[in-house]
């Protein structure tokens, strides 16, 4: 089976025949799937009325399991933001009804967001709805092969963790 990435490689191959085009074959493909994956994101999202960022600290809160709550710090380093970002975002999240700020009764001048019931049914339905996608998308391959690419994704991925 023949994609458009073969053509791109032969093209390339016949005017730069003296490149190890081996790059291109794999990060190609991986473009264009990482493209497919950003408009079923979008599309799981605005289906669950969820803009993408919102999705980003609503799935903080939920993986940290009940009462689904952590401190602005815990966010940030979850969600990788800037404070005056997370405070922004908090805040329009606040406003929406999904999250709510409280006291954290460790630390007197401390809070902790905390996920609302409203946005626990949001966060939900859009993770739902992202699995769904994303699992139409791995249906042609077999599990044993699942396995094999998340491994060599995770590979691939090492030396930019942490």
Do not use: C
């Amino acid at each position: 089976m023949r994609d458009e990435v073969d053509e791109l490689v032969e093209a390339w191959a016949s005017q730069r025949p003296d490149l190890d085009l081996a790059p291109v074959e794999v990060f190609s493909r991986i473009s264009r799937l990482g493209r497919h994956l950003d408009l079923a994101r979008k599309d799981a999202f605005t289906s669950a009325q969820v803009e993408s960022w919102e999705f980003d600290v609503l799935a903080a809160l939920r993986r940290a399991g009940a009462p689904y709550e952590l401190s602005p710090g815990k966010l940030l380093r979850e969600t990788l933001v800037t404070s005056g970002t997370m405070t922004n975002r908090v805040d329009r999240l606040v406003d929406r009804g999904l999250v709510e700020r409280l006291p954290d009764p460790h630390d007197r001048r401390g809070v902790l967001v905390r996920l609302t019931p409203e946005g626990k049914v949001a966060v939900d339905s859009a993770f739902e709805k992202l699995l769904d996608a994303e699992q139409t998308f791995l249906a042609g391959l077999p599990e044993k092969d699942r396995v094999k690419l998340a491994g060599l994704l995770r590979t691939l991925l090492s030396p930019f963790a942490g």
